[in-house]
């Protein structure tokens, strides 16, 4: 019995998906640490890696499978180096182990794909911690706009959006802006008794992108409560990260009416962020249609997985625990 494994790496956890040809064969999803090279180091990378890969294979279920492939889409690994690394690594790790199986590296936005549309053909929009726009041709070509970090872009980000949070409070404290929820929300969060101690905060040599991203949420809340500020961040940050898509769309024309995959945690909790955004693109070409994913990125590659070595699976019914179907 053939299975395949789909790893969906990150700079903060790595989760591992499999599904099989047997209907009955479920395993549980299994989370390992981070396997970003530039987050945890080339090395320790792809320990985590390895090591998640073992604890695989060492499932109850899949005794007396075959492992017919394995697709990997790990952030920080886009560049031929990078690539070549990371195969060096794997078939390291196979001669090593005495494991051989065949795998594939692709990116995060194609599994993503995946997981959504059981095809990495289309768009994909990500904000998250970051933003970029991508976008796959069925013929193979591949497409990008933005993804170049906090300093040079980040559009519609996770980060931008906590940025511009905290720079709301102290523009309201110096009366540019009117009153804002933000400012309670923010002294909240951080225990602070005057909103001016956030210089103190924002300033400290340890905080980084990410914790700067985590005020996000705080934009989020006020505007659902009905924060005019924040609701004006949200709207301004999916019109940017729309553009960045729309100039993406203008490098092919097929994307004209394509399907377009929105992805990440501001997508996903950001309503009135997702309804500007599809606003926002779909004046700009009425034809698409828009998608959410119904499955994990590491699902996404193991069904990648499975369309990239189909020769041992079967016609239909592979599950993955819980009952997510493989295919349709």
């Given at each position: 019995?053939?299975?395949y494994?789909g790893i969906?790496?990150g700079g903060?956890?790595t989760e591992?998906?499999v599904?099989?040809?047997d209907a009955h064969r479920?395993v549980?999803?299994?989370v390992g640490g981070?396997?970003?090279?530039y987050?945890?180091?080339?090395d320790?990378?792809?320990?985590e890696?390895t090591?998640?890969l073992d604890?695989v294979f060492?499932?109850p ?7 017919a ?5 790990i952030?920080g690994?886009?560049t031929p180096?990078e690539?070549a690394?990371?195969?060096a690594g794997?078939?390291e790790?196979?001669?090593?182990s005495?494991?051989v199986f065949?795998f594939?590296i692709r990116?995060?936005?194609e599994?993503?794909l995946m997981a959504?549309?059981?095809?990495p053909v289309?768009i ?9 726009s991508?976008?796959y ?7 990008r706009?933005?993804?170049?970090g ?6 519609g980000s996770g980060y931008?959006?906590?940025?511009l949070?905290?720079q709301?409070?102290m ?6 802006y009117?009153p ?5 929300a923010?002294k ?7 909103v001016?101690?956030l ?7 340890h ?12 934009c989020i809340?006020?505007?659902a409560?009905?924060?005019a500020?924040?609701?004006?961040i949200?709207?301004g940050q999916?019109t ?7 100039a993406?769309m ?5 994307f004209g009416?394509?399907?377009?995959v ?13 309804a500007q955004f599809l606003r ?13 994913p119904t499955r994990?990125p590491?699902?996404g590659?193991?069904?990648?997985a499975r369309?990239?070595?189909?020769a041992a ?5 592979e599950?993955f625990?819980?009952?997510t179907?493989?295919?349709?």
């Amino acid at each position: 019995m053939a299975y395949y494994i789909g790893i969906d790496g990150g700079g903060t956890k790595t989760e591992a998906a499999v599904c099989g040809e047997d209907a009955h064969r479920r395993v549980a999803p299994l989370v390992g640490g981070p396997t970003n090279p530039y987050a945890n180091g080339r090395d320790n990378a792809l320990h985590e890696l390895t090591g998640l890969l073992d604890r695989v294979f060492r499932q109850p279920e899949l005794d007396g499978g075959a492992c017919a492939g394995v697709c990997l889409g790990i952030a920080g690994v886009a560049t031929p180096e990078e690539r070549a690394a990371l195969t060096a690594g794997l078939q390291e790790y196979q001669r090593q182990s005495g494991r051989v199986f065949p795998f594939s590296i692709r990116s995060e936005m194609e599994i993503s794909l995946m997981a959504a549309l059981d095809q990495p053909v289309g768009i994909a929009a990500i904000s998250g911690t970051g933003s970029i726009s991508a976008g796959y041709t069925a013929d193979g070509r591949a497409f990008r706009a933005g993804g170049w970090g906090h300093l040079l872009g980040d559009e519609g980000s996770g980060y931008r959006i906590g940025l511009l949070t905290l720079q709301a409070a102290m523009r309201s404290h110096d009366r540019v802006y009117p009153p804002t929820a933000i400012t309670e929300a923010v002294k909240a969060r951080l225990g602070l008794t005057e909103v001016t101690e956030l210089k103190t905060y924002i300033y400290q040599a340890h905080i980084t992108k990410r914790d700067i991203a985590a005020f996000a949420e705080l934009c989020i809340q006020a505007s659902a409560a009905g924060d005019a500020i924040a609701s004006e961040i949200l709207r301004g940050q999916a019109t940017e990260l729309a553009d960045t898509t729309a100039a993406l769309m203008r490098q092919e024309a097929s994307f004209g009416d394509a399907d377009v995959v929105t992805i990440g945690s501001i997508f996903k909790h950001g309503r009135l962020f997702r309804a500007q955004f599809l606003r926002r693109l779909t004046s700009l070409y009425p034809q698409l249609r828009f998608h959410e994913p119904t499955r994990s990125p590491a699902e996404g590659a193991a069904l990648l997985a499975r369309l990239t070595w189909p020769a041992a699976s079967a016609a239909d019914g592979e599950q993955f625990q819980g009952g997510t179907r493989c295919s349709d």
